[in-house]
Nanobody, 116 residues
């Protein structure tokens, strides 16, 4: 059974950075395109970034492009999201999962709060 454990969230001031991590177990992590998703209160979950299985190709939602960087370490089965220049509108619970196909069960997510 696949388990996803997100971490690294917290409270940060506008303009500050955070680095999220997602540890995956129970799967051949390295073969999947992986993504970071977020869900703000009252809104649908959205995909904000994804990375190819090798890590060579990345893509971002327009709202985070130029501020967020997704990466992965297949040997550690870990996905990362470096978030810079955070804005109040980035406040959400962040999750990781596959980008395509039948998604795995969601982890608990990690809360990102942006406030002065």
């Amino acid at each position: 059974q696949v388990q996803l454990v997100e971490s690294g969230g917290g409270l940060v001031q506008p303009g500050g950075p955070l680095r999220l991590s997602c540890a995956a177990s129970g799967t051949t992590f390295s073969i999947y395109v992986m993504g970071w998703y977020r869900q703000a209160p009252g809104k649908q979950r959205e995909l904000v970034a994804h990375v190819s299985s090798s890590g060579a190709i990345t893509d971002y939602a327009a709202s985070v492009k130029g501020r967020f960087t997704i990466s992965r370490n297949n040997a550690k089965r870990t996905l990362y999201l470096q978030m810079n220049s955070l804005k109040p509108e980035d406040m959400a619970v962040y999750y990781c999962n596959k980008k395509d196909g039948t998604l795995w069960a969601w982890g608990q997510g990690t809360q990102v709060s942006v406030s002065s």
